[in-house]
């Protein structure tokens, strides 16, 4: 009885149990998912048999070991770890273990392809001591990828890096004037490196603060000279501007377009004595230089013609004053005798009166002569006396009676003029 029993729980176990691994997708591409079925054909009149199975890979067990479930899902295949050789066992309680045949799945992986490099700040212009970030990227690609970052067209690598990521960085913290260069960067997820395009880094250099410095033909600045004003920035980037002031006046510009210094030429006159400065600026900032101080030396002739010059504006002035007095004072004696013989203006004849001094010792008496002469402004009257002697006043009056009678009364007049300003010069000169 306990035979027939044995037979019975036997026979349909060994009976043929084929075990099939199914694999969906049978070429998993890296980073998709993959499905494992195993699938236990058994004869039609067995089909009740509960079994329990386990996936391998590389004779480790998967999964949760032992279990009822006839798949095994996972979520992401990876190249190195996923690809291998897989079978799947089952059993019944208590029976013989039933394992499947083995399959080798290989886990595709796409190459990556269209890298490039971006910059933070964008454009790749950065001002010195900024931070410069590289960003190395890919649209496609699978796997693990390496990111290697190089600088200069000879390739000096920066840095490598291996990640799961389509994207990478590497940074610079401050930048320096040193660190303007072209870069480039590459991936490579196994199939070989790729290449990305170069980009030029430039860094901003503010200008340092410039030096101006005159050149000058000789060691002495001589009115005439060409003297050369060089203003020039050690550091900055280009372009750079320079302005030249004189007393804080503008005189001009200069442009370095290429960096360096420049310069700007003066012809000396003697207004150019006095304090020079100039100023650099490339956008970033301007800088200005130290005074200097420029001394001119006017050369004696030119001091000697200097003097010249101003003497003769002097005697020029001076001529000029003496002709106007000269006009004027020969413009009033003109009128003064204008005058003079204005028959309206003439004074009348000199009446003659008796008188003598008591006092006199003189045998000659001086006789006093009154003598009205019209004003010319207003209606008062002036008297003139005029003190000569008795000879020389009968004389003057005998001379004119005796030409009387052939001149008129204007010759009369002047006769009699004449005669009494000789007396009066005679009275001077006494």
């Known amino acids: 009885m306990l035979l027939r029993l044995l037979l019975l729980i036997c026979v349909p176990l060994c009976e043929p149990t084929v075990l099939l691994l199914i694999a969906n997708p049978s070429m998993p591409i890296e980073g998709n998912s993959m499905t494992l079925t195993c ?30 479930s006839t798949e095994l899902q996972i979520p992401a295949v990876r190249r190195e770890e996923d690809s291998g050789s897989y079978w799947c066992e089952a059993q019944a309680a208590e029976t013989k273990v039933i394992k499947s045949k083995s399959i080798q799945i290989y886990v595709q992986r796409i190459p990556v392809y ?18 410069l ?33 389509l994207t990478a960085k590497f940074e610079i913290p401050m930048v320096r004037e040193s660190d303007a260069e072209k870069y480039y960067c590459a991936a490579d997820n196994g199939y070989g490196l790729s290449l990305s395009g170069l980009v030029s880094i430039t860094v901003r250099i503010p200008v340092s603060r410039p030096v101006l410095t005159i050149r000058a033909p000789e060691a002495q600045n001589v009115v005439g000279d060409v003297i050369d004003l060089h203003c ?36 000396l006159t003697a207004d150019h004595f006095g304090n020079y400065f100039c100023e650099a600026n490339n956008g970033l900032g301007a800088q200005r230089s130290e005074v200097v101080i420029l001394n001119i030396t006017v050369p004696p002739e030119d001091r000697r013609n200097l003097t010249s ?9 001076l001529g000029l004053t003496t002709m106007v007095l000269l006009f004027c004072c020969w413009l009033k004696r003109k009128i003064g005798k204008h ?15 008796g008188s003598t001094y008591v006092n006199s010792t003189s045998p000659v008496q001086l006789q006093p002569i009154y003598k009205n002469v019209n004003a010319v402004n207003g209606e008062e009257v002036y008297s003139l006396v005029y003190y000569m002697q008795q000879q020389q ?26 005669a009494i300003l000789r007396d009066e010069d005679y009275e001077d000169a006494m």
């Open 393 to 418: 006043q009968s004389a003057a009056v005998e001379s004119l009676s005796t030409h009387t009678e052939d001149k008129d009364s204007s010759v009369i007049y002047s006769g009699l003029k004449r």
């Open 133 to 165: 970030v590289l960003v190395c990227l890919v649209p496609g690609g699978t796997g693990d990828i390496t990111f290697l970052w190089y600088k200069g067209v000879l390739g000096l690598n920066l840095e490598t890096k291996t990640q799961r990521s």
């Open 114 to 131: 269209n890298v490039s490099l971006e910059t933070q700040p964008p454009g790749g212009h950065v001002m010195e001591g900024e931070k």
């Open 232 to 267: 020039e920035a050690w550091r900055g980037s280009p372009p750079i501007l320079y302005q030249f002031y004189h007393e804080n006046v503008t005189m001009g510009n200069s442009s370095a377009p290429f960096g360096g210094g420049a310069s700007f030429n003066l012809t």
């Open 309 to 317: 010059t101003l003497f003769e504006w002097l005697l020029g002035i």
């Open 339 to 353: 005058s003079a013989r204005d028959p309206f203006r003439s004074p009348p004849s000199p009446v003659l009166q």
């Open 39 to 68: 699938k236990a054909q058994l004869p039609p009149e067995k089909l009740d048999v509960h079994l329990q199975f386990c996936f391998f890979k590389d004779g480790y067990a998967l999964g949760l070991s032992w279990n009822n």
